[in-house]
């Protein structure tokens, strides 16, 4: 393996990611300038949680479980005009259960970008997170969530590594309208995630990226088929380069004003510079609905997922959330994550294949206009071939949360 020693790489990470807020909020502030109105939405939050195995060791012989407070600060800055709408959000948030193994300082940042001409959009998303390793390999699910693409798939589920992940997520996209019927539009997605040690091949630095080249024709009101062509490339440190290239074609309808169903199938052909290569079947098919008091969302993705365990994989996942307002005051949520991986590179003996099932309830009671407390039971499941066990964890977080009246300007 590479290796890179400790203060270069936090340095380097560091430096880096300063920079890039740095710029993100500069466009922030000239643009905000023109805006019709932005407002300033902060949020502060406290929590106590407990994990009866925080680290899902299958060994029932040892006292796994964790316990402590969580401290949350974060605030959504965002504008909206006619033709441009933008948020960026900073948070920090501080876990503390006694034990310097699990305690940590974690920060994250948020942005989307979204502007209108007459004839394209043009949209920039990216998100960057600094946190333990323990977190940030595990696949949670996120009731929030709207946007399937969105959703990540790069999680090794090494959470028992006491380290620190340090992840840089940007999707720029342009969509040009070619006609009332047809568009054309490029996206790309980039990943860059570094740890802050070596971990002899259990955990690697790595970046994936992949283009997609979309083409769509509207054959009536409701539907729309699409055609697309991808290229991606993955590259690890100590592992040879491995790059790909496929194709996609499906439609999307519109059921009614409220629900959208997507579905595309492909293949995508993945060739190893060290030699070897497949060729897979890639699907992403969605359904999502939202009303004004409910916001659900279903999906059955097939990818090929790089991640740090330094080799690419097959991941067949489903998702499902559904949030639901009961009351004035009272809302409930319900969501599942679950995947299966498989190693493309057969050779490559230190990918851990697995299982994995993630449930979520979540339970919120508004107070007040700022106040909220807000209940959450997680049931996570993991079955992984080079242990040859399972393991499973059952954990609760009740928060206190308190946002403020937002800022509001207008001009």
């Known amino acids: 393996m590479t290796t890179r020693t400790h203060t270069g790489l936090f340095t380097h990470c560091c430096v880096s990611s300063v920079i890039f807020a740095v710029s993100v909020f500069a466009l922030f502030v000239a643009t905000a300038v023109q805006a019709a109105e932005w407002r300033i939405e902060p949020l502060f939050g406290a929590a106590g949680e407990f994990d009866d195995n925080g680290v899902l060791s299958p060994r029932t012989d040892v006292d796994a479980d964790i316990s402590g ?50 004839s394209s959009n043009f949209r920039l998303r990216g998100d960057y997170g600094r946190e333990s390793a323990r977190t940030g390999e595990r696949a949670d699910v996120d009731l929030e969530v709207e946007d399937p693409d969105e959703i990540p798939d790069d999680e090794s589920g090494r959470v028992s590594i006491r380290d620190r992940r340090e992840k840089f997520r940007i999707m720029p996209s342009w969509t040009y309208r070619m006609s009332s019927l047809s568009s054309f539009s ?27 080249v979309a083409y769509s024709r509207s054959f009536s009101p409701r539907n729309t088929g699409i055609l697309s062509g991808t290229y991606r490339q993955y590259e690890a440190d100590g592992s040879a380069k491995v790059t790909g290239s496929g194709f996609n074609a499906g439609f999307e309808r519109t059921l009614s004003e409220t629900t959208r169903l997507r579905a595309l ?27 004004q008091t409910i916001i659900m969302l279903a999906q059955y993705r097939r990818t090929i997922s790089g991640g740090g365990s330094g080799t690419l994989s097959s991941r067949d996942s489903i998702n499902l959330n559904f949030t639901r307002r009961l009351t004035e005051r009272i809302s409930a949520g319900l969501g599942v994550r679950a995947y299966q991986t498989n190693a493309l590179d057969d050779a490559v003996v230190t990918f851990d ?27 996570t499941f993991q079955n992984r071939s080079l242990l040859g066990e399972s393991a499973n964890s059952n954990a609760v977080t009740v928060w206190l949360n308190y946002r403020p009246t937002p800022i509001i300007r207008s001009r």
Do not use: K
Request: glycine share 4%; no cysteine.
């Open 353 to 379: 294949e697995r299982d994995y099932v993630q449930l979520r309830s979540q339970f919120t009671w508004y107070m007040t206009q700022s106040w909220s407390l807000q209940a959450n039971y997680r049931y």
């Open 69 to 118: 407070y969580l401290l949350e600060a974060s605030a959504r800055f965002a504008y909206a005009s006619e033709t441009t709408d933008f948020f960026i959000t900073p948070r920090l948030l501080r876990r503390d259960y006694g034990d310097p193994n699990f305690d940590s300082d974690d920060q994250f940042l948020r942005f989307d970008f979204d502007h209108d001409t007459v």
């Open 186 to 212: 490029v996206n790309l997605d980039y990943t860059d995630v570094r740890y802050d040690e070596a971990f002899a091949g259990l955990l690697t630095d790595y970046t994936n990226a992949r283009v997609n």
């Open 265 to 291: 199938v492909g293949l995508e052909d993945t060739d190893r510079e060290a030699g070897g290569s497949d060729v897979n079947w890639v699907a992403n098919i969605s359904l999502a609905r939202r009303l």
